[in-house]
């Protein structure tokens, strides 16, 4: 199970860290990443990390503002999300995939709930 939290309303301009806690199995050995969902978008990939975290993958749109990591000891994968924009509004989900840094959301095999993030301008 994956319950990701941190979600809120912030300014634009302003930071939120994002948390993925895992239970119920150990993710240590799985890529994380996490997506967002605009309202009447798709899915999209933001960011994604491989089980050692040595290696992150960033959506353009973030890259430079975003930074993924991850606590394996903690079984919690974070997103710290700065520079926030209005386009980043959206609800971000966290899920893990038994591949390497994988983008596609068909790619992942297991879910949070999502969290929901609004910008303000």
């Known amino acids: 199970q994956l319950q990701a939290s941190g979600g809120g309303l912030v300014q634009a301009g302003g930071s939120l860290r994002l948390s993925c806690a895992a239970s119920?199995?150990?993710?240590?050995?799985?890529?994380m990443g996490w997506f967002r969902q605009a309202p009447g978008k798709e899915r999209e990939f933001v960011a994604a990390i491989t089980w050692s975290g040595g290696s992150t993958h960033y959506a353009d749109s973030v890259k430079g503002r975003f930074t993924i990591s991850r606590d394996n000891a903690k079984n919690t994968v974070f997103l710290q999300m700065n520079s926030l924009k209005p386009e980043d509004t959206a609800v971000y989900y966290c899920?893990?995939?038994?591949?390497?840094?994988?983008?596609?959301?068909?790619?992942?095999?297991?879910w949070g709930q999502g969290t929901e993030v609004t910008v303000s301008s």
């Open positions: 899920a893990s995939a038994s591949t390497v840094l994988p983008t596609t959301p068909q790619s992942y095999d297991y």
């Open positions: 119920g199995r150990t993710f240590s050995r799985f890529s």
